[in-house]
Structures are given as C-alpha cells and as structure tokens.
C-alpha cells in the first residue's frame, strides 16, 4: 500500500515537473523569437540608406568587396546566389562604380575554393586579373568585413550580395566605425532560398553576440596594400 502511495506521488511529481519544464521552453523560445525578431529590425533599420540597387544611384567607391559563396549547391546544380553576385559585380565595373575587388570567401580545403572561382569567373566576364585581390579567409561575413581595414586597409567600400546579405554587411561595417555602402545583386526567389533566408534571421542575432563578446576574425595574417579610396 505504501508502495502504491509513493509510486502515485511519484508519478504526480513528474507530471507537475514536466509541466513545469514545458512552461520554461516555451518562455525561453518566446524570448529566443523576439530577439531575433528585434536583430533583424535593427540591422534593417540601421542599414537604410546605404544599400542601393542600380548602379546610377550608388556612389563611386575605389574598391568593391564581393562576398563569397560556391558556384555549384552541394547536388551539383548552378548557384544562382554566385551568378548573380558576379553579374552584379561586373555591372558596378562597367558603370565604373568599383575599380578593384576584393573577393572574400572560404578556402578550407584544396577542394573548395570560394575566393578563386569567382575570380575565375569576373576574369571571364571582362574583369582585369590585375583588379582583383583574393581573400581567402573569409570564413563568415563578420571576418570579411573586419578584414577589409585590418589587411587590405579600406575603411570605405562597397559591398556586393544579395540585399539580405549586403543589410548586414552594411551593419558590421558601419558598427565598425567603417564607411559601408552595399550593392545588390538579384535576389534568388523565396522557395529556392528559404534555407538561406532563415539562416540569416539567426545569423543577424549573431552579430549582435559577435560584438558584445568581442570577436575577432579566425586569422588576420599579412596586410595587403591597396590604393586607398578618396570618399566625396
């Protein structure tokens, strides 16, 4: 009889707990979505006003920074995120917007070569080989930036991505005491890039960790000189 007792105690002490427990979560994921949902509005917010989308709006800059990706996705088709960045690329070079690039991506393997392929790829569509400086340690988006002025010594540029991409660029190098402007390059639709999209909400939250634990690029290395850019 005690037994019984004890087991049915038992059993309403982990119904309780586990009610508990659930009413933790969902009070911890709440705040998880509200954070997220305040990272993205803030970036937003502080990137108005310097993110363009035609070339005849956008300030001249002496150097572009194109961010990195892969051409090919991982089942073997085209990525229209790198086909669209290299079209925008060349676009701000025929416009004379951009003179040099500085192509920033990851190079973690011999078999996986971000910062060359889409070298590879502006030289095909008329860029000067002697127009673009490779980065081969752009491992995320905030290291790009911030190696812009550590190693290629640029504190004003403009970026090319896609317009979510370029909002947070744009907040990292301004965050950065950096003047950043941003170019898009067309936009993959919805389907196609949910994946991506919904990574960027959550990538948006980490720059805000990013700068409160004071994070730093995974490697710095040598400088690299460029010529320097005379802002208007």
Known sequence: MKTDV?????????????????????????????????ANRQIEKQAQGYVF???????????????????????????????????AAVDLFKARKAKLFVVSGDNGSKEYNEPEAMRLALMQAGVPDSCIFLDYAGF??????????????????VVVSQPFHNERAVYIGRRLGMQVIAFNARDVNQFVGFKTQMREKLARLKVFIDFLIGTKPRFLGEKVYLPANQVP
């Open 6 to 38: 004890l087991l049915k105690r038992w059993a309403a002490w982990l119904v309780n707990r586990q009610k508990q427990l659930f009413g933790v979560a969902i009070i911890m994921a709440a705040c998880g979505l509200l954070l997220v949902v305040w």
């Open 53 to 87: 989308a035609h070339t005849d709006s956008i300030p001249a800059r002496q150097v572009a920074l194109l961010l990195g990706t892969s051409p090919f996705l991982r089942d073997g088709r085209q990525n229209l995120y790198f086909n669209y960045r290299i079209e």
């Open 140 to 157: 995320r988006t905030f290291d790009s930036v911030y190696r812009m002025r550590a190693i290629f010594g640029q504190d004003a540029f």
